[in-house]
């Protein structure tokens, strides 16, 4: 009988699909990928048709699957988080396409709400309260803001201008899912309706706390909490794909699923309290494991579930991030004609000294303007290639300010680990190693989070019985820091911080 020692991770992140057969070695067997069609019917709106995106995943399934059908042990899945779905239950039928979390249809309702009279009222007795009676909880509460990436208003939205989204939940039959729990849901033929600890935590309606639907926070934003799916275990068994559906493969049981950016920290080997990774992608976040420690929320670093596993408690980390999509800057060096090829920018950013380079003062404004509307200190000496320094130590700046966040309240780490697409710019790793006076790390698992949901998938199946067990090496390669005088590098930060406003 040939040995089931593959494992099928799907990975569904902003940018891309892909799906891999790992084998239990940890090597790539098989690696399909299409691009994420993502679609933006009005200003400020992005969404993903489901329709579109299942048919793109039926397509890597039966891709992915050919020849490997008698050694798939399992599926595993990772998925960008707080996207989400509602359909009728028991059918296909949904509402309405994905609402992404990059989505900001309902900026304005999160401004009112943050700003309006009542919810500093009660935000500022919660948090005296809270400091009193020493609730990490309450002071979490007081701290709270709602921001469109997270699912709450955005769900709140839907229940207010989608008519058949209320009519069905009066009926009992109105179902809400996240990426992960539609693919699931998907997959197992209807029959598994669920989502994982890391990704019911991301939507800002789960009490990580009391390992719950927050029946308060659903109350106040108007989400039905009878819509809402069950919240098992990363590694819990959620079903089993379909023989319905035309995969390749049946009968495979779904072992594994935890949320992208969890899934990266696990697929990096990132274990221990105290680890800590930046992701250079799309968005830009700082992510440090604290264990059993659910950090208070603050104004710019707050809690997030990483992964619970079956016969162990929740595991946290503390998240610094921000919300915008910060990789499309690299494309733009392209569009504005300040390079021609990607690989040329740390060639390019290092022919020209870092004090005849202009600030670049806000890299997440970068959209179809000039360069020059986003500059400082311009002058008639400036060429491409200074405003291509600029931009690259800009990006090392912001990365510096979302570390600072997380490093203010816990200390320095020991190292630091990046990933994402920018990270292939040594010049950014060196001069962010420069900055923060750490080792810097950059990872070579191109696709951390197919390896994450790989890992806990492998854990559903009992390759491991802990992650102490994966005996799969780390791979980094240390980044020195840029050669430069240091004092000079952190004025140069702090007078960008004050022209961005930081």
Known sequence: MTEKDVILSLDIGTTNIKLAAINKNGETVSLQKRTLRLQ???????EICPSELWTDIEALFRLSTKGLESRIAAVGI??????????????????????TWADKRTQKMCDDWNNSYVTRICQTILYGIGKIVGSTHMVCAANFKVVPANV???????????PSAQALYNQGNLCFGTLDTWLIYKLTGKATWATDYSNAAATGI???WAGKWCPVMTWVFGNPIGSLPEVVDSNALFGYISPELDLGCSDIPIHGVVADQQASVIGNCLFEEGDVKLSLGTGLACDRLTASYAHPVALS??????????????????????METRGKYLDWLVSS??????????????SVKSS?????VKIDAIDDRSIEEFMEEKGSNCTNAHYVRAVMEAHAFRSKVVLDDVFDFYGLPDKIVVDGGASSSAFILETLSALMGLDVYRSNCAEGALMGAFFVSGLGLNWWHTFEDIELPQQVTLISPLDCDRVKLLEK??????FVKF
């Open 40 to 46: 933006c019917p009005e200003p400020g709106h992005q």
């Open 78 to 99: 990772s998925t960008h988080r707080s996207t989400f779905i509602t359909w009728e239950r028991g059918t296909d039928q949904f509402l309405h396409n994905f609402i």
């Open 493 to 498: 930060f702090d007078k960008w911080k004050t």
């Open 337 to 350: 004609n300040l390079v021609t090829d990607l690989k040329q920018i740390d060639t390019i950013a290092l």
């Open 301 to 322: 670093v707050y809690p997030q579930i990483a992964w619970k596993l079956k016969g162990a408690g929740i595991y946290y980390m503390a998240e610094s991030m921000t």
């Open 152 to 162: 709450q208003m955005r769900f709140k939205w839907v229940m207010e201008n989608i």
């Open 206 to 208: 789960y009490d990580m």
């Open 356 to 360: 005849d380079t202009p600030h670049f």
